[in-house]
């Protein structure tokens, strides 16, 4: 950066950030427009995009019913880039206008669920499953868990912007947050060295969190920026990410509200089973 930027006493919103996602951001909160969401049968809706966060939810779903629980759900596509979750129904569910956002039916009261960790505990709870009742296997997980949580902002909303989504390249950040990435891939892989899933011997929902961020990553699917970051050193990382990407439940998880990519892999909404083999984009009229 050639000049130095000077700060002004009181910060104001005068322009747009610029780069690719710069029409969803703003400095205040609440609804943009009236607009009520959908409903489906199922007793859980899910509000959502299958970008990282969103794909840990809905894996956890799809693995929920490959385990034989009753979790059916209806999935609805949020588009940010249209400003779907400035909707006063969105922003109802969750205050903080991100995806994804839960209505969970099943009891007698309609319950709101926001945050992708949120929704992961609940969903363990209410069907005790991926995640220990008691003990230090549970406290395990939920250490991963929360780690996910707060390491993923320095990976998406450090590095991935600086290094993608930005309008120009500036080296200063870009250093940085590549810095505190390889860090953390340093962090797990160390951990996976010394067993087969995050937590444990498990498979848990410290993995559902982890791998749509940090194995999509080594895996070459986030930034196209495998290469820069060296990942192929991180052997463990790459291992365990190759192991959670063939599971059956993770494929379709990530597949739903996806808009993106190649076709067969876009299920833009997810209202049946049957939806996988008969509704993605390659099997549906374009103009649908």
Do not use: C
Not at 10 to 35: C, L, Q, Y
Not at 179 to 203: C, F, H, S, W
Request: net charge negative; proline share 6%; aromatic share 12%.
């Amino acid at each position: 950066m050639s000049d130095t930027y000077t700060p002004p006493d009181v910060w104001t919103w005068e322009t747009e950030s610029g780069g690719k996602f710069a029409s969803t951001n703003r400095p205040i909160a609440g609804a943009t427009h009236d607009k009520e969401l959908p409903v489906g049968k199922h007793p859980f809706q899910l509000y959502s995009l299958a970008t990282p966060n969103g794909v840990k939810v809905t894996v956890m779903f799809e693995e929920l019913l490959a385990a034989g629980h009753h979790a059916e759900y209806d999935a609805w596509r949020i588009d940010i880039g249209e400003g779907d979750q400035f909707g006063s129904g969105f922003v109802e569910i969750n205050p903080n206008s991100k995806i994804p956002a839960l209505m969970d039916r099943s009891g007698d009261t309609p319950l709101r669920v926001f945050e992708s960790g949120s929704i992961l505990m609940h969903l363990a709870e209410k069907f005790d499953a991926f995640l220990p009742q008691s003990g230090p296997e549970r406290t395990e997980t939920l250490n991963w868990l929360f780690w996910q949580m707060g390491s993923a902002p320095y990976l998406g909303g450090g590095f991935g912007h600086f290094y993608a989504y930005a309008p120009e390249k500036w080296q200063y950040p870009i250093d940085r947050f590549a810095m505190e990435t390889k860090r953390q891939l340093d962090v797990l892989d160390r951990q996976l060295a010394e067993r087969p899933y995050i937590a444990g011997n498990a498979y848990s929902i410290a993995d559902m969190a982890i791998w749509p961020w940090y194995g999509q990553l080594v895996l070459g699917r986030l930034y196209d920026a495998a290469t820069f970051l060296d990942v192929t050193s991180y052997t463990h990382v790459m291992a365990w990410a190759e192991k959670i990407d063939a599971r059956a439940a993770v494929q379709r998880g990530r597949m739903v509200n996806r808009s993106f990519g190649e076709p067969h892999m876009q299920l833009h909404e997810r209202h049946d089973a049957s939806d996988f083999d008969t509704r993605t984009q390659d099997k549906i009229a374009p103009s649908s």
